[in-house]
């Protein structure tokens, strides 16, 4: 799937399904001594209360948020994001309905960290309006790794062994967008971290249960 530049609304797949992506790929890099880092000193993908986080500590920040059954709230900054240089301003809000976290979003606009914000509700994408001049909002650079699934495959087989009997990444992925994964099926398939983190199956069940993808409650 295409991204444009900016991104449009229907560029993103329905929110459970990016939900259960970035859910997947952030349980299977979960270890307790990053779970025990607060968010500041964090980088990489992780699920913690606020909700999905994408962090590379240089050019890009996102978070996705579980905002009520059907609803998330997706927000963030990529360095080729225009959006909060544009002049005239762009108002990244307009038309945003009343369920937005605006505390956070209006700290965030203050601070000159927001790039772009997109809701999701009754099964589809919205954010504001654009002007024809805005080249970029970010969304492709911060999100094409979610949205293009074959992409994804690539980084979740460094932790999942596909080389075994019985299902691979691709099956355990379909199941987690359905929000049906066998965790422990998961658990038995995780394999040794390339950088050299360790394996940790109790992080990864806590990280699984946070995300609610699995088919019930992961025993540890």
């Known amino acids: 799937m295409t991204i444009h530049r900016p991104g449009l609304a229907e560029d993103l797949p329905p929110g459970e399904e ?5 859910a997947l790929l952030a349980a299977v890099k979960a270890t307790t001594d990053q779970e025990e880092r607060p968010s500041v ?3 990489g993908h992780w ?15 996102w978070i996705m948020s579980r905002m009520g059954e059907g609803r998330f709230v997706l927000y963030g900054e990529d360095e080729s994001s225009g959006v909060k240089w544009h002049e005239p301003p762009i108002d990244m809000l307009a038309g945003g309905p009343a369920w937005l976290p605006y505390a956070e979003l209006h700290d965030r606009l203050e601070g000159y960290e927001l790039g772009c914000v997109y809701w999701y509700e009754n099964g589809s994408w919205s954010r504001a309006p654009y002007p024809d001049s805005l080249d970029d909002d970010g969304l492709d650079c911060g999100m094409s790794d979610f949205v293009d699934r074959d992409r994804l495959l690539e980084e979740l087989v460094l932790r999942i062994d596909d080389t075994a009997t019985g299902p691979g990444a691709d099956s355990l992925l379909a199941d987690a967008e359905a929000h049906r994964l066998d965790a422990q099926l998961l658990l038995e398939r995780l394999r040794s971290h390339a950088d050299g983190d360790p394996l940790d199956p109790a992080a990864v069940a806590r990280a699984l249960d946070r995300a609610g993808i699995t088919a019930h409650e992961v025993s540890r």
């Open 18 to 22: 990016l939900w259960a992506r970035w």
């Open 41 to 43: 000193h964090r980088t």
């Open 47 to 61: 699920i913690d209360e606020e909700g999905l986080h994408w962090d590379d500590a240089g050019c890009t920040w």
